[in-house]
């Protein structure tokens, strides 16, 4: 993020308040400093916080400005009007539910701390997360008619697939049915890629040759790996697992393979492909960016991709992998 040293600040916490009789508490911090340098923005901005937030815990208990105990913070940050930082943006939505204290000093440094951590993922120009994953990218959803309907009749959404057959029973689509289309083919624009999406649109049957294979062969055999876990959601889990023997990497879900693509960048399966297919969506789009679906894999099961363990570290929750398995398989952490 560029510094500007004179600018200010526009802070609002938001203490989710429920109690009848009081409202929302709210608060708009203005505050200029003199940062020397990029890392000092995270620390001086939470102490800000902070502070402001320990003033309020000493107003009366029904006062609607009190700060409540064990409720959690909705905490964004403007510049001019311009959202910068958002406690619930997607990145942290495996920490915003702990962002919260109580009376004890040691939950306050815990809140301290956490926020912190989320303003130093944020903010950090070294920042591992914000290199390579969560960057938010405007996607134009340009697809024709008939491609749309095809994404639809493949997603996991069975609202998705009926406003795909809504089209062959009424031959259009009212204004609500099109901002749900674009919705859906948006979210799968964000997590897939446009490229990838008119890719697999223009595949019709396999074998197909993938260009960028060799990536995929260099994550695993730089790592010496076997396997590892991805997920389509918290529900649907994957195995990506590299045969020694025929020197090929494949995706299974319950030991039954479902897709492979050999040294040569040959992929092969399913004969047909009438229609969008998530799971070799995903396949692609691990070959593509290995490391973009171990950090989806850990935000969707709280579990290390390596190791399948539970995550209950902050900065494990938001990579995809533990400490330990981070050392071993040569992965930034921290």
């Given at each position: 993020m560029e510094i500007n040293k004179e600018q200010k600040y526009r802070i609002e916490c938001d203490n989710l308040r429920k109690e009848k009789g009081s409202t929302n508490f709210n608060d708009t911090i203005f505050d200029s400093f003199l940062p020397e340098s990029e890392n000092e923005i995270q620390e001086i901005l939470a102490v800000i916080i902070f502070k402001n937030l320990m003033k309020r815990e000493k107003f009366k208990k029904y006062n609607s400005n009190t700060v409540l105990y064990?409720?959690?913070?909705?905490?964004?940050?403007?510049?001019?009007?311009?959202?910068?930082?958002?406690?619930?943006?997607?990145?942290?939505?495996?920490?915003?539910?702990?962002?919260?204290?109580?009376?004890?000093?040691?939950?306050?440094?815990?809140?301290?701390?956490?926020?912190?951590?989320?303003?130093?993922?944020?903010?950090?120009?070294?920042?591992?997360?914000?290199?390579?994953?969560?960057?938010?990218?405007?996607?134009?959803?340009?697809?024709?008619?008939?491609?749309?309907?095809?994404?639809?009749?493949?997603?996991?959404?069975?609202?998705?697939?009926?406003?795909?057959?809504?089209?062959?029973?009424?031959?259009?689509?009212?204004?609500?049915?099109?901002?749900?289309?674009?919705?859906?083919?948006?979210?799968?624009?964000?997590?897939?890629?446009?490229?990838?999406?008119?890719?697999?649109?223009?595949?019709?049957?396999?074998?197909?040759?993938?260009?960028?294979?060799?990536?995929?062969?260099?994550?695993?055999?730089?790592?010496?790996?076997?396997?590892?876990?991805?997920?389509?959601?918290?529900?649907?889990?994957?195995?990506?697992?590299?045969?020694k023997i025929s020197n090929s990497i494949s995706i299974k879900k319950n030991d039954k393979k479902l897709y492979q693509i050999d040294n040569k960048g040959k992929l092969t399966g399913e004969i047909k492909i009438e229609r969008f297919n998530p799971t070799l969506a995903l396949f692609l789009s691990f070959i593509n960016d290995p490391i973009n679906q171990i950090v989806h894999f850990g935000a969707e099961t709280k579990k290390c991709s390596f190791c399948n363990l539970k995550l209950e570290d902050p900065k494990s929750l938001i990579v995809g992998y533990g400490l330990k398995c981070a050392e071993t398989n040569n992965m930034p952490w921290g």
């Open positions: 064990n409720r959690r913070f909705i905490i964004k940050i403007f510049i001019r009007d311009k959202l910068i930082f958002s406690t619930e943006n997607e990145k942290f939505k495996n920490l915003y539910e702990k962002l919260k204290f109580n009376s004890k000093d040691k939950s306050k440094r815990k809140f301290l701390k956490l926020l912190y951590y989320m303003l130093d993922v944020e903010f950090s120009p070294s920042s591992f997360i914000n290199d390579i994953t969560y960057v938010e990218k405007k996607e134009e959803t340009n697809f024709t008619i008939t491609q749309k309907i095809r994404l639809l009749e493949g997603m996991e959404s069975g609202k998705a697939r009926k406003l795909a057959k809504l089209y062959f029973e009424k031959k259009e689509w009212t204004k609500e049915n099109l901002i749900e289309v674009d919705e859906f083919i948006s979210k799968a624009s964000k997590k897939y890629g446009m490229d990838l999406l008119m890719k697999l649109l223009k595949m019709n049957k396999l074998p197909e040759t993938i260009s960028n294979s060799k990536r995929v062969y260099t994550f695993f055999d730089s790592r010496n790996l076997d396997s590892i876990k991805i997920a389509l959601n918290k529900n649907q889990e994957f195995t990506i697992h590299k045969d």
